[in-house]
């Protein structure tokens, strides 16, 4: 059973950062298998955001709201994924969670198999 979980979460003031982990476990893992992985965002009335994500080669990906300010980037000897969040903004605030299994599309707006439970992330001007 594939699980994942993510933590690192809290309160930072605007200009903060955070840094996100995403532990994930499985037989799949275990396999050394390459896969895909993201982290995504959501606000309360709002659709499921793409923040950033890493493909089966290691490329990554990020929304054009993050780019140069979020870094994702993933462990894979102690299979964690990480987001390192820079330069944070109060319209960073969300609901963060890490994903794998991408069952099809892109890795950054694909759909996914697992999920975590998310991590919040609130970020004060």
Do not use: H
Request: hydrophobic share 30%; charged share 20%.
């Amino acid at each position: 059973q594939e699980q994942l979980v993510e933590s690192g979460g809290g309160s930072v003031q605007a200009g903060g950062s955070l840094r996100l982990s995403c532990a994930f476990s499985g037989s799949r893992y275990n396999r050394q298998e390459t896969y895909c992985m993201g982290w995504f965002r959501q606000v309360p009335d709002k659709m499921r955001e793409g923040v950033a994500a890493v493909d089966r080669d290691g490329t990554p990906s990020y929304a054009d709201s993050v780019k140069g300010r979020f870094t994702i980037s993933k462990d894979n000897v102690n299979n964690i994924l990480y987001l390192q969040m820079d330069s944070l903004k109060p319209e960073d605030t969300a609901m963060y969670y890490c994903a794998s299994g991408l069952l099809g599309g892109s890795p950054l707006a694909g759909e996914y198999k697992y999920w975590g439970q998310g991590t919040q992330v609130t970020v004060s001007s």
